[in-house]
Each structure stands twice: as structure tokens, then as C-alpha cells.
T-cell receptor
Framework: KAGVTQTPRYLIKTRGQQVTLSCSPI?????VSWYQQTPGQGLQFLFE???????NKGNFPGRFSGRQFSNSRSEMNVSTLELGDSALYLC????????????FGPGTRLTVL | AQTVTQSQPEMSVQEAETVTLSCTYD???????LFWYKQPPSRQMILVIR??????QNATENRFSVNFQKAAKSFSLKISDSQLGDTAMYFC??????????FGTGTRLQVTL
């Protein structure tokens, strides 16, 4: 089976812009979770989507949003980018029921200038 | 709320030796799972080992094993016969009924010749 894929792998944006990141889960996985990784805050949970519905949400401002499509692919959007949004954004997929292990993608490195 | 504490920011071990990484956690859930993830320089998060809290037997996976002390809320990772490829950041994580991983701050492990 192919693993979790994320596009793009690298992204450079300027403050005030918006960005959309994409994640394709492992075939058959219905849950997609997003995490932000920064040197200062570590790994933080953004949100989780299951069957096109947001099932869980972390403590991030409304500028961070996401959605999931019927094929389980997910997108994450960040509007009005701030310098502090520079991070590695990791997507993880799982089957979706019971706390199964999550399989991570390679991440998208976002740099905000 | 869940918390994970990794008190060793950095550790070093010689090739072929054994090393133990510490992790303590706190959760209010009765049914939860614990994980160790490895993040090499490529930044790809790789699942090392998983432990169901309701299982008393410690999980093992080849050279990797855990010491799960439920009452003490301790979940340490032992790496036997360390290899150069084990050099990475190691993250301890906990999840409950929600598919939300709470990570520790990580331990940077360096395997030397």
C-alpha cells in the first residue's frame, strides 16, 4: 500500500497570504489528522476529520481550517499567514475507529516571510 | 486533558549498547494507548511501538521494548543492540478515545561508533 502523501513538500509565503496544504491518506483509512511541529511548541494537534466531518479540534485560531473529501483526502487552509505559522505541518491517517496508530506523511515545510 | 513528559532532551549511546528513554504521562481516560514514534533527520514520523493500556504485558518489537508501569504512569522505551540508524528524535505519545495524539517534547538520541 502506498503511504500517506502530502503536497507540496515545501512552501514559502509572505505574511498576510493564505495557503492550502493537501494530504492523501493510506487507502482504506478514513481518518485524517493534522499536526503542527515547531521548535518552540513541539508537536501540536490541529484537527481531525473522519468521513468528511471534523471530529476533533485542537486549540488553534480560526485562521486554521480544514476539510475532507469523499475519497478521504484532506486539505488544510491557513489564512492571513503570520510569521509564527512557519512550521512543519504533518498529516496522519488511521482507520478511524478505536485509537489506532496513526501513520504520518512526510510533512509540508511552510516558511512565512 | 492529557500530558506527556520526556525528561531527557538528549541521550547518547554507543553502537551495540542498550539505552532506555523515559516517558511519563497523565490522562483521565480509562481506555488509552501509548506510542513511541521515531523522527529521523528526514522528519518522517515512524511508529516504533504501541501499547494498549489494558494489556499488562509489555509490548516488544524486535530490538525495541517498553516498560509500562500503569500505576506510575510510566512508559519507557528500551532499545537493545543500538544501531547507527537508530539516531533520531524519539517522541512518546498518548491517545484516548479521540484520535488525538498528545506528544512529549522528544528525546534526541545519538548512536555513536
Amino acid at each position: 500500500k502506498a503511504g500517506v502523501t502530502q503536497t507540496p513538500r515545501y512552501l514559502i509565503k509572505t505574511r498576510g497570504q493564505q495557503v492550502t496544504l493537501s494530504c492523501s491518506p493510506i487507502s482504506g483509512h478514513r481518518s485524517v489528522s493534522w499536526y503542527q511541529q515547531t521548535p518552540g511548541q513541539g508537536l501540536q494537534f490541529l484537527f481531525e476529520y473522519f468521513s468528511e466531518t471534523q471530529r476533533n479540534k485542537g486549540n488553534f485560531p480560526g485562521r486554521f481550517s480544514g476539510r475532507q473529501f469523499s475519497n478521504s483526502r484532506s486539505e488544510m487552509n491557513v489564512s492571513t499567514l503570520e510569521l509564527g505559522d512557519s512550521a512543519l505541518y504533518l498529516c496522519a491517517s488511521s482507520l478511524g475507529w478505536e485509537p489506532h496508530e496513526q501513520f504520518f506523511g512526510p510533512g509540508t515545510r511552510l516558511t512565512v516571510l | 486533558a492529557q500530558t506527556v513528559t520526556q525528561s531527557q532532551p538528549e541521550m547518547s549511546v554507543q553502537e551495540a549498547e542498550t539505552v532506555t528513554l523515559s516517558c511519563t504521562y497523565d490522562t483521565s481516560e480509562n481506555n488509552y494507548y501509548l506510542f513511541w514514534y521515531k523522527q529521523p533527520p528526514s522528519r518522517q514520523m515512524i511508529l516504533v511501538i504501541r501499547q494498549e493500556a489494558y494489556k499488562q504485558q509489555n509490548a516488544t518489537e524486535n530490538r525495541f521494548s517498553v516498560n509500562f508501569q500503569k500505576a506510575a504512569k510510566s512508559f519507557s522505551l528500551k532499545i537493545s543492540d543500538s544501531q547507527l540508524g537508530d539516531t533520531a528524535m524519539y517522541f512518546c505519545a498518548v491517545t484516548g478515545t479521540a484520535s488525538k495524539l498528545t506528544f512529549g517534547t522528544g528525546t534526541r538520541l545519538q548512536v555513536t561508533l
